[in-house]
């Protein structure tokens, strides 16, 4: 199944910066999957984003402050922008595996930090 | 609207007893139901899918449709199965499936 990198792992931010996070696949994919999973609340999708066209948002996110690009079908960046304590979350990407026995598989996350 | 509930965030058992790990559902079509499992310092990973109907590492889930509900369950617990378990749900919108995740479990084996 597909090997997704993640980086950075972790960051420690100063509120009102913005931190992009990367995500690498080693096989191509269709849609890549952002997620954002708060302290002691489960796994959020934020955005879906396909290759080639502008990402799709869930009911609670927008564009400006999650801008998201995904230059080819094996990459793609989430920028979390202006960032708030409120904003202190793990962010895990995450792609289908093709396999239908595999579902889906996640990067290692990027715990965010902003003070 | 669809969701994942999963009741319990700490599941504390001893080596060798039986563990199940709830996990209830709310969605009107028909569900496509998964486990992930992370243990400590690792990335998330796909435990198993219903569709599959595999057991992996010991652990098997039915989907009970009248329940609603997609409990996780091993006879025999080890050490190394102590980590987070999430149960998720993969919903339809439009064309495109998303996953909803319950918060998660913690299952804690003891020796």
């Known amino acids: 199944s597909a090997v997704i990198s993640q980086k950075p792992s972790r960051d420690i931010c100063q509120r009102g910066t913005s931190l992009t996070i990367q995500c690498q696949v080693d096989?191509?994919?269709?849609?890549m999957f952002w997620y954002r999973q708060q302290p002691g609340q489960s796994l959020t999708l934020i955005a879906t984003?396909?290759?080639?066209?502008?990402?799709?948002?869930e009911s609670g996110f927008v564009i400006d402050k999650f801008p998201i690009s995904r230059p080819n079908l094996t990459f793609s960046t989430l920028t979390v922008s202006n960032m708030s304590p409120e904003d202190s979350s793990i962010y895990l990407c995450?792609?289908?595996?093709?396999?239908?026995?595999?579902?889906?598989?996640f990067g290692s996350g990027t715990r965010l930090t902003v003070v | 609207a669809q969701r994942v509930t999963q009741p319990e965030k700490l599941l504390s058992v001893f080596k060798g007893a039986p563990v199940e790990l709830k996990c209830n559902y709310s969605?009107?079509?028909?569900?496509?139901l998964f486990w992930y499992v992370q243990y400590s310092r690792q990335r998330l990973q796909l435990l198993l899918r219903?569709?599959s109907r595999e057991s992996i590492k010991g652990f098997t889930a039915d989907l009970n449709k009248g329940e609603t509900s997609f409990h996780l369950k091993k006879p025999f617990a080890q050490e190394e199965d102590s980590a987070m378990y999430y149960c998720?749900?993969?919903?339809?919108?439009?064309?495109?499936?998303?996953?909803?995740f319950g918060k998660g479990t913690k299952l804690s084996v003891k020796p």
């Open positions: 998720a749900l993969m919903y339809y919108g439009g064309s495109q499936g998303n996953l909803i």
């Open positions: 219903h569709i």
């Open positions: 995450s792609v289908e595996t093709g396999d239908p026995l595999y579902g889906y598989t």
């Open positions: 969605y009107s079509g028909s569900p496509e």
């Open positions: 984003a396909n290759q080639g066209s502008e990402a799709t948002y």
């Open positions: 096989s191509q994919v269709t849609m």
